[in-house]
């Protein structure tokens, strides 16, 4: 593989001194941006752009192409996962995800398994391919659904709107959840070990569902499972460290126990003061985020306001770690020159900054 | 009008010394309950229930015929107020409710007014109607939307998952947007008073949406308009102190600044650490709070449990106060029986804690 010639996103995840704030973007190669659109209408389903290695490598260099993002993340869905485990993933147009078959009784929870690495080979081959052809530009992250939030789709079958299926399995029957969220650990362990072996050089865990647990359960059957995870994982790969964050949507109240997960940094939402968040972990872990990605709808002199605001909350860098990102997935609706203002603004303010 | 023979509620509010701690649910008149689908079917349609002071009474008391619960509160929707300014509240069979004319550009804001109180005449006749036909039992809450959260109604015309029309209006336009919540401050403040004036002995501002906002942002947009209509509320009616609570969904991060908002008590969700929260703000509110609406499927064990760990966490009352709540409404699909063990084993359990 090529050696690295933008090392700022690696560098600041793990807390040691950078020229500017790396930045890039949830859900970058996306629904956004027009080139996206095209190399989906060729592959015809979103899950045809996810299976084949090639249009998977397409649309994730695409925004590298149009923005200088500081790093790549493999395109795909965190829930390959459980569709790896015979639950039979669907995606309806304008619906979401959805399974042909869910895990909601003890028959069906006690014949959960780790999948076969092997059904994931397209994942993997996608991130091999991606690093060849990045060729060194920035770094390439690997991805997966944390425990619970798989645990919700695999329960529930679909999004939900108050997760009233697994929630009721949770206060029910917490036995049947705890099994299912270790084979969920497991399995993420081994698939996001297998990215790292096949290119990845940092991973990122998504708990997009985590922030609906009350305190206490939260803790227990969400965070238990990240720090099992986080435990098995390949933490030096040919020589290279290889960061984790931990991304919990909702999660802010719980940043101090987050940031003890064995994760080097922690991805919050805009609901959350990035100062404060420094101060209650004391520096321990790198932030990344967090603008409201609706901001992006504000045009360019918004744009750069609210980015300087993130940059401001979160203070001279000294002994902390900020790659900034949105607080969430960037929305479909997004202008693409919006990202240009925003990343450019990143840039060049937070240069100031880091040098001054 | 009847002296008050149960003031267990509204001394909690004031963190006055009670003998156990009082308990109602957000949404308590509802769908979950038999009787409340028969009197909507008699009533025709939702808005026909709540336009008629007697069936608005008849829900508002159904639940305190089957429950021991420590309050009553109005039976209405935050939306009357906007439907009174002229956007025309329709409520579709499974789909939540809509306006037929939103508030976006700027000749609809310039045309926004205060509404004339006098066509929310039907709401405060069911506060004076509730009053009357509880004859002392509970007090009775009366209760508005914030200024924030009316306007994301306002300007979306509909419930949103992402918010992006009225956060386009705040990053690009945020003059329109303050006339909008100034506009809706002054007229929540005189329907609350209103209230009052009717009979309300308590009032609750339902901020459902601020935790949807950025750090910094919910400070300015929605927390300084409660401020604004907290400052102008009737704080004493005949001879009786008026307590307030603000219930931010979502507002964890932000109890601190919530506290300091002319409040009595801070409504909070199930992510928050009741313990935490006091800690914070140094006891200078009560809470309200603060279990999964979902803790109610998981059968009457579960509940008990459940309910003891929120009173646990909360911890010795003290110089405190605690209003056991749910952390949002009830959900339509609860049983019946769930309200009793939870209101059984909040009263049972409390009762130890506070003599103990």
Redesign the interface.
């Known amino acids: 593989m090529a050696p690295l010639k933008n090392n700022v996103f690696l560098r600041a995840l793990m807390r040691e001194p950078v020229p500017y704030t790396p930045v890039w973007l949830m859900r970058q190669a996306g629904r956004y941006l027009p080139e996206y659109k095209q190399t989906r209408a060729q592959a015809g389903s979103f899950m045809g752009l996810a299976q084949n290695p090639d249009y998977a490598c397409e649309v994730t260099l695409q925004p590298l192409r149009r923005f200088a993002l500081d790093a790549a993340i493999l395109f795909s869905d965190i829930l390959t996962v459980p569709d790896a485990m015979g639950l039979g993933l669907q995606f309806m147009e304008g619906e979401g995800p959805r399974f042909d078959r869910v895990v909601r009784d003890e028959a069906q929870v006690q014949a959960l398994t780790v999948p076969d690495m092997d059904r994931l080979r397209y994942v993997f081959d996608a991130v091999t391919l991606i690093r060849r052809e990045l060729d060194g530009k920035v770094p390439l992250i690997g991805f997966s659904g944390s425990p619970w939030t798989l645990a919700c789709y695999m329960v529930e079958g679909r999004g939900s709107s108050?997760?009233?299926q697994i929630?009721?399995m949770?206060?029910?029957r917490p036995d049947l959840l705890h099994r299912i969220l270790k084979i969920n650990a497991q399995a993420v362990q081994q698939y996001l070990n297998a990215q790292i072996r096949a290119g990845a050089q940092a991973v990122m865990i998504f708990d997009s569902w985590g922030?609906v647990?009350?305190?206490?359960?939260?803790q227990q059957f969400s965070l238990d499972y990240t720090r099992l995870v986080l435990s098995g994982l390949i933490r030096e790969h040919e020589g290279e460290r290889i960061p984790a964050v931990v991304f919990t949507k909702?999660g802010?109240?719980w940043i101090e126990d987050i940031a003890k997960s064995g994760c080097d940094a922690v991805g919050v939402d805009?609901?959350?003061?990035l100062g404060e968040a420094r101060r209650r972990t004391g520096d321990q872990v790198a932030f990344q985020g967090n603008?409201?990605?609706?901001?992006l709808?504000?045009?360019d002199e918004?744009?750069r306001r609210?980015a300087r605001?993130v940059i401001d909350?979160f203070g001279p860098v000294g002994e902390g770690g900020h790659i900034f990102n949105l607080?969430h997935g960037i929305?479909q609706?997004t202008p693409p020159e919006a990202v240009t203002s925003l990343v450019d603004e990143v840039h060049m303010y937070s240069r100031q900054a880091h040098t001054g």
């Open positions: 108050d997760y009233r929630k009721t949770l206060y029910q922030g647990l009350a305190d206490g359960l939260f909702g802010g109240m805009w609901t959350v003061n603008l409201d990605p609706m901001a709808f504000g045009g918004a744009i609210e605001r909350d607080g929305s609706f």
